[in-house]
């Protein structure tokens, strides 16, 4: 019975282990760490497209522009 | 007698081995109730570790993509700055040239002065290297303004010389009314009326 118990209280002990799950917390701030990585880079991305576009349209908004200004 | 012992040690046997099973049970039983407690804890653990975390991922992406849309809107609008800068600089590069662009240019800005503004009689104001070319203009814009306003218009050469990139402002002889058409003018209302436009072109064909 003694051994019963003990095993019983082993049980219970390991269920309450806050290591176990501050593990498993930590373990999934990594995760949601990638998944803030991988937005960043998709931003980054985007900025790099938007930046190119921009230098490609430069002219042709410049001209536009010029057009509005002088009433064409 | 013998008989008699034998029964009463059998008795013992069966007693000893009821209170062994009832002893097995009740500590297969501490066990069991234990698992099923642990299980109970293990599940409300976990529990709160995915609330913590779920939050944690809202927050913490939410903000990413916070300051990555900010990011975005910081480079479009340095990006739509450096277009009205070099605009401001191809337009001086115009003024400057001389060429008929320019010219033609210039009388459409006299023209649409000269119609926003009430009355008949208008003063042009520019700066020094333009006045020859708007002094040079205003015979000939006068009949078409008159022709479009349907009204005998006049137009003069203000004495005043602007300090501006080109362009004109247009004021009514008696200098109550004024209608601003310098290039600054033009430009900076350019940018803030058209600003939607603008972008448009500068960003057409971005991929999301």
Redesign the interface.
């Known amino acids: 019975m003694a051994e019963s118990k003990e095993k019983a209280r082993r049980i219970l002990q390991d269920a309450q282990t806050q290591e176990r799950y501050d593990a498993i917390f930590e373990s999934r701030l990594r995760e949601i760490e990638d998944k803030k990585k991988l937005t960043e880079k998709d931003i980054n991305e985007k900025i790099g497209r938007i930046k190119k576009t921009a230098t490609r349209n430069l002219e042709k908004t410049v001209s536009f522009i010029v057009g509005q200004v002088l009433g064409e | 007698m013998e008989n008699l012992k034998a029964q009463i040690k059998f008795l013992h046997e069966i007693e000893a081995q009821e209170t062994l099973e009832e ?1 097995e049970e ?3 039983k ?2 069991t ?3 099923e ?3 109970r ?2 599940k409300q ?2 529990q ?2 995915e609330e ?2 779920s939050e ?2 809202t927050s ?2 939410a903000l ?2 916070l300051e ?1 849309k900010k ?2 809107l910081d ?2 609008s340095q ?1 739509l700055e ?3 800068t ?2 401001a600089d ?2 001086r590069e ?1 003024a400057d040239s001389g060429k008929s ?2 010219k ?2 210039i009388e ?2 006299i023209a ?1 002065g000269s119609m926003k503004l009430k009355g008949n009689e208008f003063q042009i104001l520019a700066n020094q290297r333009d006045r020859k070319l708007v002094k040079d203009s205003l015979r000939e814009l006068e009949k078409k303004i008159s022709k479009t306003k349907g009204a005998s218009i006049v137009l003069e050469l203000g004495e005043e010389t602007l300090t501006t990139l080109g362009g004109v402002i247009v004021r009514t002889r008696d200098g109550r009314q004024l209608f601003n058409n310098t ?1 600054e003018a ?2 900076a209302k ?2 803030q009326e ?1 600003v939607g ?2 972008s448009k ?8």
């Open positions: 002893a009740q500590a297969q501490i066990i109730e234990a698992e407690k642990a299980e804890i293990r653990k976990m709160e570790v913590r975390v944690k991922e913490e992406l990413t993509k990555g990011k975005i480079i479009k990006l450096e277009a009205i070099k605009s191809r337009l115009i662009t320019y033609e240019g459409r800005l649409e290039l033009r430009l350019v940018r058209m436009e603008i072109v500068l960003m057409e064909g971005v991929k999301d």
